[in-house]
T-cell receptor
Framework: NAGVTQTPKFRVLKTGQSMTLLCAQD?????MYWYRQDPGMGLRLIHY???????AKGEVPDGYNVSRLKKQNFLLGLESAAPSQTSVYFC????????????FGAGTRLSVL | GQNIDQPTEMTATEGAIVQINCTYQ??????LFWYQQHAGEAPTFLSY??LDGLEEKGRFSSFLSRSKGYSYLLLKELQMKDSASYLC??????????WGAGTKLIIKP
């Protein structure tokens, strides 16, 4: 039962470096989401996708880009990392977007020095 | 603005009962979720309320009052493994989840 899988689990970047976080789900879910979780704050939505080939901005999209070329994968890119992007990133998926439960991956801990 | 409020931290004793409150002010309401998150792990779904009243699921129950913008999660017969953060989230008029900062529950023997 893989569910939602995120890679990598940990990463340290220097300011200005780029990286891509990969999220894969095997539940045939239409919707996928990227969140960040910071101490003392609720999960904040970065970007989301309502189906293959679609993406949309969430609450905090600046500095991030996403792609959903295949239904099962949702990629989050940081083109030029900044210390403010130090966070724990969670990917989630849901069957649809109105009543469905969101299922989360184990998270990626990213530090930007 | 949209806001979800929950206590930052609570402490309870093994075997006891604890109630974690959540109040919300959101643009629209399309359901309220409770998730459990152990330290360093992913949030996992606990309960969903869309109508007023109590939903019971084993040792866990969740209550909703839409008129008061209020929910609580009730945990009975507390076990050490219940030590975790409990996240309240509301689905707003755009069907986006708005998340509270979470309540860290510490269980003492």
């Amino acid at each position: 039962n893989a569910g939602v899988t995120q890679t990598p689990k940990f990463r340290v970047l220097k300011t200005g470096q780029s990286m891509t976080l990969l999220c894969a789900q095997d539940m045939n879910h239409e919707y996928m989401y990227w969140y960040r979780q910071d101490p003392g704050m609720g999960l904040r939505l970065i970007h989301y996708s309502v189906g293959e080939g679609t993406t949309a901005k969430g609450e905090v999209p600046d500095g991030y880009n996403v792609s959903r070329l295949k239904k099962q994968n949702f990629l989050l890119g940081l083109e030029s990392a900044a210390p403010s992007q130090t966070s724990v990133y969670f990917c989630a998926s849901s069957l649809e977007g109105t009543v469905s439960i969101q299922y989360f991956g184990a998270g990626t801990r990213l530090s930007v020095l | 603005g949209q806001n979800i409020d929950q206590p930052t931290e609570m402490t309870a004793t093994e075997g006891a009962i604890v109630q974690i409150n959540c109040t919300y002010q959101t643009s629209g309401f399309n359901g309220l979720f409770w998730y459990q998150q152990h330290a360093g792990e992913a949030p996992t779904f606990l309960s969903y309320n869309v109508l007023d009243g109590l939903e019971e699921k084993g040792r866990f129950s969740s209550f909703l009052s839409r008129s008061k913008g209020y929910s609580y999660l009730l945990l009975k017969e507390l076990q050490m493994k219940d030590s975790a953060s409990y996240l309240c989230a509301v689905r707003d008029s755009n069907y986006q989840l708005i998340w509270g900062a979470g309540t860290k529950l510490i269980i003492k023997p």
